[in-house]
């Protein structure tokens, strides 16, 4: 339940930055069979699939190392069927990833990479 909710109150973090960097954030968490989409989010026209993975620490790698590439292939799939699902036909596709490292209870370090892989 505690990673739980480290990884709720990432995703949390990584939204707000979002939207104060002018994106729109437009689901979060969403599921299907396949799994989940943590943020999808609009950055002026371009549909934008954001990864957001929370570490407490760097013992076991960085948050981004975590995106392995078959968590990429999984992410790929998703894709596709938010696409289907939200009967949308988006002009471009950006694959974000953001890191989130906490420092205190109420601050914490993000790295947002864009076009963190491609499609």
């Known amino acids: ?4 909710s480290l990884g ?5 973090a990584a ?9 729109t954030v437009v689901e979060r968490n969403w599921r299907c069979r396949f799994g989940e989409l943590d943020i999808v989010a609009l950055d002026e026209t371009t ?3 954001v990864e957001v993975k ?3 620490s760097t013992a076991k790698g960085s948050p981004e190392e975590a995106v392995s590439e078959t968590k990429q292939r999984k992410l790929l799939r998703l894709a596709e ?5 939200a009967k949308i036909s ?3 596709i950006r694959f974000d ?3 989130v490292q906490p420092i205190s209870e109420d601050r914490a370090l993000l790295r947002h990479h864009r076009a963190a892989f491609s499609a």
């Open 47 to 49: 549909l934008v699939l």
């Open 1 to 4: 339940m505690q990673e739980e």
């Open 81 to 85: 069927a938010y696409i289907a699902h």
């Open 97 to 99: 990833v953001i890191a």
């Open 8 to 12: 709720r109150r990432g995703e949390a």
């Open 90 to 92: 988006p002009t471009e």
């Open 15 to 23: 939204a707000a930055y979002l939207e104060r960097v002018g994106m």
């Open 54 to 56: 929370t570490r407490k």
